[in-house]
Each structure stands twice: as C-alpha cells, then as structure tokens.
C-alpha cells in the first residue's frame, strides 16, 4: 500500500519483491501494526517524507533472504521491523548512546519502505528477535506502542500515580507494564468514549474519565499518548510537585499558553523521541514476563486506508493490526 503524495489515500501497487542490500535481510511480512504516526506521515504532519511511500514500522515476519554480510539471521526467523531503521553510528548522539536523536537517523516507514506490503528490506542490526509467547498480530503492536510507551514510561520516572492520556496503543500496553511495577494508573479519554474505559479499568486503571478533568488524587507522572496539545497543560494542572509530564507523540497541535504556576514546583514537561535498541531489548525481554497482553483489531493489508481512517476517528480498541496475507512464496 503506497502513499503517493501527502494527503491522498493509499494506493494497493504491484512492486518487486526487494533486493536485500549489504546488510540487509528481506522479511516476508506477516502482520504489521498501524500506528498514529503513519496517520501523521499520510496526512502530510511531517516534514519531506520519502515518496512514494509504503508506510508502516510495525512489521512483524520472516526473513527471506539476506543481502551480502547479514549473517545475523536465518531464513525463516521471525523478526520485527521497527521505526528505528537506520543510525550512523558516528555523530554525537549515536556514540553517548542515544541513537533515538542521531542527526541521520533513517525511519522504516518514513524515509524507508515500510511493512505495508507483502514484503520489505530492513537493516538486519536493526531488527528484533520477537517473544515466541506472542502471535504475529499479537506481537505488531510490540514493536512501537509497546517499545515507545516503554521508553516514555521511563523518562516519565518511578512516581507512584500514573496519568495516561489518551487510551489507545500505546497506553494500554504501558498501562500493563505500570501495574506490574505496582503504580497506580489513571486513565484520560476523550468525552463519552466508554470503550476505552472500560478498557482501561479491566486492564488495571483505577480511575477513567474525561481527558480535562481533575482526577481524584493528583498524579506523580503523566503521559500523553493524544496529539492534543490542550492535554499538556491540563496534564500539568493534575500533576503533583516534582513531577513529570511526558509528550509522547512525534506530532502535536501546538501547546497552548500556560500561567507559570502550572510548571512552578519542578513540574517538567518533556518529549519522547524515537527508541534505541537498548529500549527495545529490554522491552521485548519485559513483555513476556508481565505478560503483556495486546488487545489487536485486525484489518486486511488492503483495508489499510480504512484502519487509518478508524484510527483517526478515535474508534479503534487497543491497537489496529494489519494482517498480510501470504506473501510471495
Ligand atoms: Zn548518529
Ligand atoms: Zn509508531
């Protein structure tokens, strides 16, 4: 499924199966999970993506081939493409470990093909070896909403209370990660949205209302998963001194001012970007463990524009998963 130009829906296209290049493997892909970015990506949020596109850095399938020097797989293993394709391993950031923020990074999905499609050609260094515990459909949504709201979890800190706004992916796999850490977790959604509350409480959320509401107690850390930039103050207002809110998304509306009150008390306000491999080994040994269970609405890889248009109306629960049929053989 191929973005031509930013705004206009995607298209299905008949490409060649790729040729994996030095280091590289090609991955039959299996199942790949539909993220808030691809929405932002599509509707033209972000600046100069590669087009023509196929989105998606959720994949989730088998190697097929490996290009010169990628030895690190097998054919046939199972392995997951995630957003963090490419690093250059020389700048700044890339040699104090903190390749999320390399200067040349290069995203799967982005400024690479991505695991819409029946298959793709992926950096093998940048691949994970997925839990054997989790179904392909059930493993996509590791690989961004998990791996991400796993960092922001961190960069969040180790309060107590845990505010998440917006209930959706990534929120609640981090919601499951929060109990099993023992913290008390309160969900944020927007008006009437019952059936992300209802999942919210039945994965451990002792509280579930609207997203600008006080909730009962003040919180010792927030996460904001919405790109609604009117959440951020209102995370702050429901915040505790010393605490932290964390902007989770690559994308936001702008912040509305704020009366410095809201900050004073070492409030911080801060953004996650991107993941290291560091974050996503560590996550994809915690999943299993918990274990995480991801809650997938499937939609056929033909049906991409349609779970992009769900995801964008707020009505999809859990996470939205598209399953690709047989690959090439
Ligand atoms: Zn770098
Ligand atoms: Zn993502």
């Given at each position: 499924?191929?973005?031509?130009?930013?705004?206009?829906?995607?298209?299905?296209?008949?490409?060649?199966?790729?040729?994996?290049?030095?280091?590289?493997?090609?991955?039959?892909?299996?199942?790949?999970?539909?993220?808030?970015?691809?929405?932002?990506?599509?509707?033209?949020?972000?600046?100069?993506?590669?087009?023509?596109?196929?989105?998606?850095?959720?994949?989730?399938?088998?190697?097929?081939?490996?290009?010169?020097?990628?030895?690190?797989?097998?054919?046939?293993?199972?392995?997951?493409?995630?957003?963090?394709?490419?690093?250059?391993?020389?700048?700044?950031?890339?040699?104090?470990?903190?390749?999320?923020?390399?200067?040349?990074?290069?995203?799967?999905?982005?400024?690479?093909?991505?695991?819409?499609?029946?298959?793709?050609?992926?950096?093998?260094?940048?691949?994970?070896?997925?839990?054997?515990?989790?179904?392909?459909?059930?493993?996509?949504?590791?690989?961004?909403?998990?791996?991400?709201?796993?960092?922001?979890?961190?960069?969040?800190?180790?309060?107590?209370?845990?505010?998440?706004?917006?209930?959706?992916?990534?929120?609640?796999?981090?919601?499951?990660?929060?109990r099993h850490e023992g913290r008390r977790v309160?969900?944020?959604?927007?008006?009437?949205?019952?059936?992300?509350?209802?999942?919210?409480?039945?994965?451990?959320?002792?509280?579930?209302?609207?997203?600008?509401?006080?909730?009962?107690?003040?919180?010792?850390?927030?996460?904001?998963?919405?790109?609604?930039?009117?959440?951020?103050?209102?995370?702050?207002?429901?915040?505790?001194?010393?605490?932290?809110?964390?902007?989770?998304?690559?994308?936001?509306?702008?912040?509305?001012?704020?009366?410095?009150?809201?900050?004073?008390?070492?409030?911080?306000?801060?953004?996650?970007?991107?993941?290291?491999?560091?974050?996503?080994?560590?996550?994809?040994?915690?999943?299993?463990?918990?274990?995480?269970?991801?809650?997938?609405?499937?939609?056929?890889?033909?049906?991409?524009?349609?779970?992009?248009?769900?995801?964008?109306?707020?009505?999809?629960?859990?996470?939205?998963?598209?399953?690709?049929?047989?690959?090439?053989?």
């Amino acid at each position: 499924m191929v973005l031509s130009r930013s705004g206009e829906p995607l298209w299905e296209a008949d490409l060649p199966l790729p040729e994996p290049g030095r280091g590289q493997v090609v991955v039959e892909v299996a199942a790949c999970g539909v993220c808030r970015t691809d929405l932002h990506v599509v509707d033209g949020e972000l600046p100069e993506p590669k087009l023509p596109l196929v989105p998606g850095h959720q994949a989730v399938g088998r190697v097929l081939a490996a290009g010169p020097g990628a030895e690190r797989f097998d054919a046939g293993d199972r392995v997951g493409v995630p957003w963090l394709g490419w690093t250059c391993g020389e700048c700044r950031y890339c040699r104090s470990g903190r390749e999320n923020l390399c200067d040349r990074a290069r995203f799967t999905g982005y400024d690479l093909d991505g695991g819409y499609a029946e298959a793709l050609a992926a950096d093998e260094r940048f691949c994970f070896p997925l839990p054997a515990a989790y179904p392909d459909l059930q493993a996509a949504p590791l690989l961004c909403a998990g791996l991400i709201g796993y960092r922001a979890l961190r960069l969040a800190g180790d309060g107590e209370r845990l505010g998440l706004y917006g209930f959706g992916a990534s929120a609640h796999i981090v919601a499951q990660v929060a109990r099993h850490e023992g913290r008390r977790v309160f969900a944020f959604t927007r008006a009437g949205d019952e059936e992300a509350r209802r999942l919210a409480r039945g994965l451990g959320a002792e509280w579930a209302g609207d997203s600008l509401a006080r909730p009962p107690e003040e919180l010792d850390a927030a996460i904001v998963f919405a790109p609604a930039g009117e959440l951020v103050p209102a995370a702050l207002a429901a915040a505790a001194k010393g605490s932290t809110v964390v902007c989770a998304g690559i994308h936001m509306s702008d912040i509305p001012s704020f009366p410095y009150e809201l900050l004073w008390g070492e409030r911080v306000v801060r953004s996650v970007a991107n993941l290291t491999r560091r974050d996503g080994e560590e996550f994809m040994a915690l999943a299993p463990r918990i274990p995480v269970r991801t809650e997938v609405e499937t939609f056929p890889l033909a049906e991409a524009n349609e779970a992009l248009a769900r995801l964008r109306s707020g009505s999809v629960s859990g996470a939205a998963v598209l399953a690709v049929r047989s690959g090439p053989a």
